[in-house]
Every structure is written in structure tokens, then in C-alpha cells.
């Protein structure tokens, strides 16, 4: 069983994709529609821009999404296959969700450009500057995390915004709360507590507003039934039913990642490779540190696909 998964922010670097765009037309296609669909030269942004300019959300979640579409169109021209054969699920971190509904033929790539967009727009509006805060929690579970933030909440909303993997979880909410929160894990524990390099407090309840746009967004699009099924980050579970994908998208905004039981869930449904396609390899090492014997690849640049050709 094969599981093809896509990265979310945090992962984009200046100039990728570039060289796949240079090696394969069916990356360059892919990256020129974006640029169409958003009236924008987001690729001079990826190859030529600022480390900031690129890690704006507004610029990073579409060119993410772009990057994980090119690799998975050059993946199936390789090997002359949909996505059916090459995989039994999909999924992706957080944007990367997006990603998974692209290339399941959920909506268009067009679609998604401009919905991501508009997502990071929304996003980064829903709560100003500096008010919001996010942290990463080394060394501590769930359970302790959940007390860590109890306590914190006396300082303002503070939420589990990603439970990406066992000793590694990033809260989310208002800044007072959030560093309050620091404080407390490493009085309780936690190997390291620090505050992340975000331009917004994503994947908590100060991201209502945000929803609310997405809502609204989402219902005016039609939903397709995915070519196969796609793993939620709100559920960990899979699903094919167009209304149900739309709803996770919705409360996606505001709800957790629930990435380390995505992985518990392939882990449990036999799954033996896991395909990483875009910017990075953060998907592929947390699986591989989740599940024992489990293969992992990951095509980001033109010579990860060299045994293809």
C-alpha cells in the first residue's frame, strides 16, 4: 500500500522548483498556469525573490502547491501512470491538504491557486501583526500538551495548532498565551519550547474570521469525488464524499493538524512506502521515525527522478 503526501508552510526555499521547471515541460506547465491564475509572476517570487518575500503566506502556500502538483505530474509521466495505480491514499500538511485535492482532481489547479491565495490573504488578516504567536513543543505528548495549554489560557486563546509527531507539537493562539505556554513546558519537561518565525497565528481559534472567508470561498466552488481517498487533517481518516472534503477544508482553518494520527492511521492500514512530492523531506523523516520498515521517497528536484528515466 503507497501513500503520496505533500508539505505545508515552512518548507519553501528560494528557487524551488525551478530546476524541475527547466528539466520537465510538465512542471513548466504546471507553474506558468499558476502564474496565469493569479495574474502574478510567483515564479520570479520562488526563484529571485527574498527569503521574507517568499515565505509571505500569500506567496509560500501557492508556490508550495505548485511545486508539490509539478513533481507529482513529472512522477505520473515517468512511470505512465494516474494517480490511481501510484497510490491507495493522499494527503497533505495543512495547505498540502489543497495539494492532495488538486492532483485527486478535486478542483483544478487554477482553482486552488486562487483559492490559496485568497487562504493566506484571509489568514494573515484575521488577527494583526504581533498579537498572534506560534511555538514548537520538542519532547513532550498530547496529553501533556493539552495541560500545558489549559493552564496558558488564562493569558488569551491557546490551541494545538499542528500535532505533527510523538515529542513534536506546535500551539498556536495569542502571543501572551502562547509564551506563557513556553514557560510552563519547560518547567514541565520539554526538551525545547520556542516561538516559530510565523507571520500569524494559523490553525487556531483566532483564525475564525479567515474561515468565514474560506467558507464562503469553498461553497461558491463545485467539489469533485477524489480519484482516490484523501486522509484529513481535521479527521486523520479518510474520505471521498465532496461535501465532507469541503467541510474539513472549512474547519481546517481554525482546527488541528492531526498529523501524527495520519501516519498512525497508514501505519494501521498496512501502508509500506510513503511519497513525498515538492519542497522538502519533513513528511517523509516523520514517517520513517513512525513507522518501522516503512519505505520513503521524495521527489523535489530533476535527479530524484534519475531512476525513473
Known sequence: MNFIVFPGQGSQKIGMGKKLSESFPEAKEVFDEVNDALNLNLTKIM??????????????????MACGVAAF????????????????????????????????????????AVLLRLRGEAMQQAVPVDKGAMAALIGVNINQTIEIIEKAQIHGICDIGNDNADGQIVISGDAKAVENAIEIAKSNGAKRAILLPVSAPFHCRLMQPASEIMQEALNNLKFNAPLIPVVSNITALPH??????????IDQVTGTVRWRETMEFAKNQGVK????????????????RMIKDITSESFENPEDFDSLL
Open 73 to 112: 505530474r513529472v512522477l505520473s509521466k515517468l512511470k505512465d501512470k494516474n494517480l490511481k495505480p501510484l497510490a491507495d491514499y493522499i494527503s497533505g500538511h495543512s495547505l498540502g491538504e489543497y495539494t492532495a485535492m488538486t492532483v485527486s482532481q478535486v478542483f483544478s489547479l487554477k482553482e486552488c
Open 273 to 288: 512506502k510513503i511519497t513525498e512530492l515538492g519542497s522538502g523531506k519533513v513528511l517523509t523523516g516523520i514517517a520513517k
Open 47 to 64: 526563484w529571485e525573490g527574498s527569503d521574507t518575500e517568499i515565505s509571505l503566506t500569500t506567496n509560500a502556500q501557492p508556490a508550495l
Open 240 to 249: 471521498t464524499d465532496p461535501l465532507t472534503l469541503r467541510k474539513n477544508l
